[in-house]
T-cell receptor, first 111, second 117 residues
Framework: DAKTTQPTSMDCAEGRAANLPCNHS???????VYWYRQIHSQGPQYIIH???NNETNEMASLIITEDRKSSTLILPHATLRDTAVYYC????????????FGKGITLSVRP | GAVVSQHPSWVICKSGTSVKIECRSL??????MFWYRQFPKQSLMLMAT?????????EQGVEKDKFLINHASLTLSTLTVTSAHPEDSSFYIC?????????????FGPGTRLTVL
């Protein structure tokens, strides 16, 4: 699977939008972009995924550049409970395809 | 959403003993389950992939005789850490992929913290 690079950490103020960037310059045409997050001492939680088009769900929005070499996860109104490590992962589809986690980005939401 | 449970949530054992961790998909059937390990301040590392009724596939560097995985049914997978040693102390997380869904539908358990004294 293609590798991703993310900043180590970022913070944002509660109530403001959090924009988390991810670079995946070697992504292949059949690889999806996934975002998961892990709150301290818990299992990862699925947030969103996309292939080419921008996606939105009740948790977040995913903006993928036209060349697909980078993406941004947007939490529109961050709360203190959004403080977590956020992982951007690219993966091919297929029955035995794997989610390989990188280091992720630590988002700290401040009051 | 789909729920994956793990039992126990934490366990402390003596060096040399074996520990079994259960992973259950509570409201769906999972053809594929994954086991991860996470050391403090590090990311999740995939240990193995298991399909119901067949042998697990281990990642490079993971000892299959030490980490025994059994995926006996579509809702249960177990990880047994045999002859545990302090270096096996870690956070073990399982993940299940829904049988009826696509590869996008992969859900994680809450994790099991293993401490080996």
């Amino acid at each position: 699977d293609a590798k991703t690079t993310q900043p180590t950490s970022m913070d944002c103020a509660e109530g403001r939008a959090a924009n988390l960037p991810c670079n995946h310059s070697t992504i292949s045409g059949n690889e999806y972009v996934y975002w998961y997050r892990q709150i301290h001492s818990q299992g990862p939680q699925y947030i969103i995924h996309g292939l080419k088009n921008n996606e939105t769900n009740e948790m977040a929005s995913l903006i993928i550049t036209e060349d697909r070499k980078s993406s941004t996860l947007i939490l529109p109104h961050a709360t203190l409970r959004d403080t977590a490590v956020y992982y951007c992962i690219v993966r091919v589809t297929g029955a035995n395809s794997k989610l390989t986690f990188g280091k992720g980005i630590t988002l700290s939401v401040r009051p | 959403g789909a729920v994956v449970s793990q039992h126990p949530s934490w366990v402390i054992c003596k060096s040399g003993t074996s520990v079994k961790i259960e992973c259950r998909s509570l409201d769906f059937q999972a053809t594929t389950m994954f086991w991860y390990r996470q050391f403090p301040k590090q990311s999740l590392m995939l240990m193995a992939t298991s399909n119901e009724g067949s042998k697990a596939t281990y990642e490079q560097g993971v000892e299959k005789d030490k980490f025994l995985i059994n995926h006996a049914s579509l809702t249960l997978s177990t990880l047994t850490v045999t002859s545990a040693h302090p270096e096996d102390s870690s956070f073990y997380i399982c993940s299940a992929r829904r049988a009826s869904g696509g590869p996008h539908e992969q859900f994680f358990g809450p994790g099991t913290r293993l401490t080996v004294l």
